[in-house]
């Protein structure tokens, strides 16, 4: 078992630029969630699906995008890429409401 | 919305020593649950608790759910250097599909050799 496995690691994006960060789970967990990490400041929800085809917002969507095309994915699209969005990204997953989350190692993201 | 506190937002002990971290809300929760993330990684599930008054053990740590269901205690014993790292308290006030867990801001342990 992988769990929950976050590509690519790390990356430098110029201002405007775009990306997709790439998030995949092999345990057949329903529910996936995309946190931002900043020093001091803990996990802030971006986005959250509870299965394929339903995505909903977290605390702080916006300049972010998601889709939940199958179980296994939950990739997480940045389009205009900001100074602000220089953050650490995790991806997590669970099973279903009752459990607690398996997170990946995440991606380190710097915009400049 | 719910907030978790932990304060203060970095504790240095002593290896050796043994260290206790709060977990307080205004809110009541019916799940509590405390993660470790190691500098590079994604935090790790240490404890779950899902009743109130529960006492859970695993290894050196002990987490407790709290009687009022307002707050979470963990502790370590005996630290060691690798126990280095941030605790998260996390909770959840309900069950079911749109059921998300808050959490804390984390508390960065160092340990001293």
């Known amino acids: 078992n992988a769990g929950v496995t976050q590509t690519p690691k790390f990356r430098i994006l110029k201002i405007g630029q775009s990306m997709t960060l790439q998030c995949t789970q092999d345990?057949?967990?329903?529910?996936m969630y995309w946190y931002r990490q900043d020093p001091g400041m803990g996990l802030k929800l971006i986005y959250y699906?509870?299965?394929?085809?339903?995505?909903d917002k977290g605390e702080v969507p916006n300049g972010y995008n998601v889709s939940r095309s199958t179980t296994e994915d939950f990739p997480l699209r940045l389009e205009l890429a900001a100074p602000s969005q220089t953050s650490v990204y995790f991806c997590?997953?669970?099973?279903?409401?009752?459990?607690?989350?398996?997170f990946g190692s995440g991606t380190r993201l710097t915009v400049v | 919305g719910q907030q978790l506190n932990q304060s203060p937002q970095s504790m240095f002990i002593q290896e050796g020593e043994d260290v206790s971290m709060n977990c307080t809300s205004s809110?009541?929760?019916?799940?509590w649950l405390w993660y470790k993330q190691e500098p590079g990684e994604g935090p790790v599930l240490l404890i779950a608790?899902?009743?109130?008054?529960e006492l859970t053990s695993n290894g050196r740590l002990t987490a407790q759910f709290g009687i009022t269901r307002k707050d979470s205690f963990l502790n370590i014993s005996a630290s060691i250097p690798s126990d280095v790292g941030i605790y998260f308290c996390?909770?959840?006030?309900?069950?079911?599909?749109?059921?998300?867990?808050?959490f804390g801001k984390g508390i960065t342990l160092s340990v001293r050799p």
């Open positions: 996390a909770g959840r006030t309900s069950t079911g599909a749109n059921s998300k867990l808050t």
């Open positions: 699906s509870v299965g394929a085809g339903i995505t």
């Open positions: 608790l899902y009743k109130a008054g």
């Open positions: 809110s009541i929760f019916n799940t």
């Open positions: 997590a997953s669970t099973l279903d409401g009752n459990y607690g989350y398996t």
């Open positions: 345990m057949n967990h329903n529910y």
